[in-house]
């Protein structure tokens, strides 16, 4: 399989090369200039030099209306990185969106092709003076009882036709993001194969380089998640029982084992498994996992997040200087390629925003950001009032 990956992708590489790929037209007018200035240019020289010399040659043929519609169109082109990058998710969203569903916030990141840190290197913690004041705990934990009750868990709205309702959308809302992913790879390929990029003719793979850079550095967001952020996971009920575990939270694995006698041995379809059983289980889930996450504050955090907000940047100039530079492609198919990346990441935005709204019904988790300071006195307290130790006293 790996050697028929790179047999392909040699070959890709090389006809990269061939002036009867790089330059292509939908336009039968187009399409004969084409022939006609490759057929013109000398045999003797440098391939670079070639590609130089046809496209010079198209741009001096073809009526001036074609030129003008070409220039447009890069003009076009070089807005898509900016105006997808404000109507994506940020950085900081996706990282969070992580906590929740790695899943959801991986095609979160595909299915856009920018994505804007909105604070350099988390300089700034957010919570200022009352980090360590004495009645921050009480306050924080007031707002996670009022989440808490939105989210579904007073013994009114915690019911199993909202978990499914919930798990349903994620559901499609992940099938969505995934036909729009492979359409922002369309796109990709629609540039490379129709446009010619003139700082590095005959070479037009650049537009895929910048597209997959982009989603590699946004799944190593993802990946170093832990090295941003330190997290404390209580799993909660609302009967006034032990806090349920959160592996066990779904369903009793003894009940599975009967079953499948085989349990044991599949191990890499258990998460699959627990899934599906959790969907068609009979039995509603009364737990809901709170998440305190709060930042770290060391130099490793530090060098990876500036590292990230760098190279984000850096692929934002560089999609930009891409797209600007793409000529023989059309306004008209420019603007069909910028409606097409800005309706997946606007897409993305709604549901990334629909994840994180404290007001969605169902969820199964519950993510807050907490200075460190209070991580533990809050944690211990939202454990005595799961075990109904409502009349502790307060933890300051």
């Given at each position: ?12 590489i ?16 187009v ?114 009882k009022r ?19 919930h ?5 499609l ?8 992913s ?66 066990k939270?779904?369903?009793?694995l ?130 005595q ?12």
């Amino acid at each position: 399989m790996y050697r028929v990956l790179y047999i392909a992708l040699i070959i890709f590489i090389s006809t990269q090369g061939t002036l009867g790929r790089t330059f292509r037209s939908r336009d039968a007018n187009v399409r004969n200039i084409i022939h006609d200035c490759v057929l013109t240019t000398p045999a003797n020289i440098t391939t670079r030099s070639k590609c130089t010399s046809t496209l010079t040659c198209i741009l001096s043929d073809v009526p001036p209306e074609y030129t003008a519609r070409w220039s447009a169109g890069a003009s076009i082109l070089a807005f898509i990185p900016t105006i997808v990058g404000l109507m994506s998710n940020s950085v900081e969203e996706i990282g969070l969106i992580a906590e929740d569903s790695p899943a959801l916030a991986t095609l979160l990141s595909m299915s856009s092709v920018t994505a804007f840190s909105t604070r350099f290197a988390g300089s700034s913690s957010g919570y200022g003076v009352f980090e360590h004041h004495p009645a921050y705990v009480e306050a924080a934990h007031a707002q996670i009882k009022r989440l808490l009750e939105v989210s579904g868990i007073d013994g009114r709205r915690s019911t199993r036709q909202w978990q499914l309702y919930h798990s349903g959308l994620v559901l499609l809302a992940e099938f969505m993001l995934i036909v729009l992913s492979a359409m922002v790879w369309y796109c990709t390929w629609a540039l490379g194969n129709w446009g010619v990029v003139v700082f590095s003719c005959p070479w037009s793979m650049h537009a895929a380089i910048w597209v997959g850079l982009r989603q590699v550095v946004a799944i190593t967001d993802i990946l170093l998640r832990r090295y941003y952020h330190e997290v404390t996971v209580i799993a909660l009920n609302r009967n006034g029982q032990v806090p349920i575990p959160i592996e066990k939270s779904m369903m009793s694995l003894d009940h599975v084992k009967r079953f499948i006698p085989f349990y044991d041995q599949l191990s890499q379809l258990k998460q699959l498994f627990l899934f599906l059983y959790g969907l068609i289980s009979p039995t509603p889930s009364d737990s809901i996992t709170v998440i305190l996450r709060s930042p770290r504050k060391n130099g490793v955090s530090w060098a990876l997040k500036t590292w990230s907000a760098v190279l984000n940047t850096g692929l934002y100039t560089t999609g930009t200087v891409v797209l600007a530079s793409i000529v023989m492609v059309p306004a008209s198919d420019a603007i069909r390629v910028m409606v097409m990346l800005i309706l997946s990441a606007g897409f993305g935005r709604i549901v990334g925003s629909w994840t994180l709204s404290p007001s969605t019904r169902g969820r199964k988790n519950l993510i807050v950001d907490v200075p460190a300071a209070q991580v533990q006195a809050l944690a211990q307290r939202l454990k005595q009032e799961d075990a109904g130790l409502t009349s502790a006293p307060p933890i300051v």
